[in-house]
């Protein structure tokens, strides 16, 4: 049977004439169908993701960020000093100490107390240093260094004798980097830091190996240890004339009439009157930090105790060896001369001002609230100034030298 073969030709023509024959019919029902069309898709693809499970946020991840070990934790050792700036600031100390040079040494420094600097001073008529190696740990900050100053002491009247000692400093950089001896300008973190230093092993046996030279030395030439105190005793007495000269009223008083029967204010004899000998005037200081007092100048001695920072103790002696002895509950002691600040003569400070209390207010013996309290100052009191160092001013009260906390006065220049 023979196919018959279909018009595709044919039929499209047909299907056109249909097309335009019925346009107006089939375009409305096309776009009818097609919007149902995609309704329903989008009602189906709803559902679909309503099927889907909730997707959860991934739950951050907490990193731990390191902790800073804290200051009095750190390991740190004592090395030979390679910082040629501080190296140059502690010879130049030391070359000032022996030549009695206070100007430079008073610029190497952020506070110097007139009373050491005259006491300095007088001490270099009779002795002379020679550093003989310098050690250094690292400080609380980058810009700071604690230093370790080992040195022998030349005495004029014994050139051919020495004795050894070393001295701990504390340095700190300025924004151009010039180092500066800080002795007074210290927070609370630094003397924290700086006592946790001096307590490291190898300083303990820095010291005790000091220690024992020392004391050998002494042993095989008691004829030192007269000296030293007799140089200190004539070093005591030469600063406060000093003092006193530097304190003395302008006015020259009037001359005392001659006793009946004397003549030009000598005696009947006609000899002068010798003058009373002048009694050797004591010396005392404050602590700057809780510290151990000990039975000898050893950090393996005997501790008798423990003084609060800004007590007030006298100062018997002070030992080349970086050691004082002092007068601790009627007792002998001895403090490392570091955590000791010389009480300065308050009639021999000038004043830049006054001021006055605002309230009832304790008057301490250092810029502390743990030191001791010297007395309370009434309200409305009005007290000589003699410096403001930063939340505490310095001011003379009934001849001593006191603290008082800055908020509680008012400051009239």
């Given amino acids: 049977m023979e196919k018959k073969q279909i018009d595709f030709r044919a039929l499209g023509k047909k299907a056109l004439d249909f097309i335009r024959k019925y346009a107006k019919m089939l375009i409305p029902f096309g776009l009818g169908v097609l919007s149902c069309l995609v309704v329903v898709l989008a009602l189906n693809a709803r559902n679909k993701t309503r099927d889907l499970p909730a997707v959860t946020e991934p739950e951050p991840i907490e990193v731990e960020q390191p902790q800073e070990t804290p200051l009095t934790e750190r390991k740190i050792s004592m090395e030979e000093n390679q910082n040629e700036a501080v190296d140059a600031v502690i010879r130049k100390y030391y070359e000032c100490l022996s030549t009695g040079d206070m100007d430079t040494l008073t610029a190497l420094c952020d506070q110097v107390e007139e009373k050491t600097l005259l006491l300095r001073e007088e001490q270099s008529k009779y002795l002379s240093y020679t550093l003989t190696e310098v050690y250094s740990q690292p400080g609380p900050t980058d810009s700071s260094a604690i230093i370790y100053a080992c040195f022998d002491v030349i005495f004029a009247e014994y050139p051919e004798l020495s004795l050894p000692g070393y001295e701990q400093f504390y340095l700190r950089a300025d924004d151009a980097g010039e180092y500066m001896i800080i002795t007074a300008n210290r927070s609370e973190e630094e003397t924290e830091y700086l006592s946790y230093a001096t307590s490291q092993e190898d300083v303990i046996e820095?010291?005790?190996?000091?220690?024992?030279?020392?004391?050998?030395?002494?042993?095989?030439?008691?004829?030192?240890?007269?000296?030293?105190?007799?140089m200190l005793q004539l070093a005591n007495e030469a600063v406060g004339e000093r003092l006193a000269a530097m304190n003395a009223p302008e006015e020259t008083p009037a001359e005392e009439q001659p006793a009946e029967g004397t003549e030009g204010g000598e005696t009947a004899e006609g000899t002068e009157t010798p003058a009373a000998p002048a009694e050797p005037q004591k010396v005392y200081a404050t602590t700057t930090a809780k510290v151990n007092v000990r039975s000898s100048d050893s950090e393996n001695a005997d501790k008798l105790g423990q003084a609060a920072a800004g007590t007030k103790l006298e100062v018997l002696e002070q030992q080349v060896n970086g050691w004082s002895k002092v007068l601790?509950?009627?007792?002998?002691?001895?403090?490392?001369?570091?955590?000791?600040?010389?009480?300065?003569?308050?009639?021999?400070?000038?004043?830049?001002?006054?001021?006055?209390?605002?309230d009832a207010v304790n008057a301490r013996t250092a810029a502390s609230q743990e030191s001791d309290r010297l007395g309370v100052?009434?309200?409305?009191?009005?007290?000589?100034?003699?410096?403001?160092?930063?939340e505490w001013v310095k001011v003379k009260y009934q001849g001593q030298v006191a603290y008082i906390k800055a908020e509680f006065v008012t400051v009239n220049r």
Avoid at 206 to 230: G, I, Q, S, W
Avoid at 377 to 382: A, D, I, K, L, S
């Fill in 206 to 230: 820095l010291n005790n190996r000091f220690t024992v030279d020392y004391n050998d030395k002494v042993t095989a030439h008691p004829e030192l240890l007269a000296y030293m105190k007799e």
């Fill in 377 to 390: 100052v009434p309200q409305g009191e009005t007290l000589d100034l003699i410096a403001e160092e930063g």
């Fill in 328 to 358: 601790f509950d009627g007792k002998e002691g001895y403090i490392r001369s570091d955590f000791l600040k010389l009480v300065e003569d308050a009639s021999a400070l000038a004043s830049i001002g006054t001021v006055t209390t605002k």
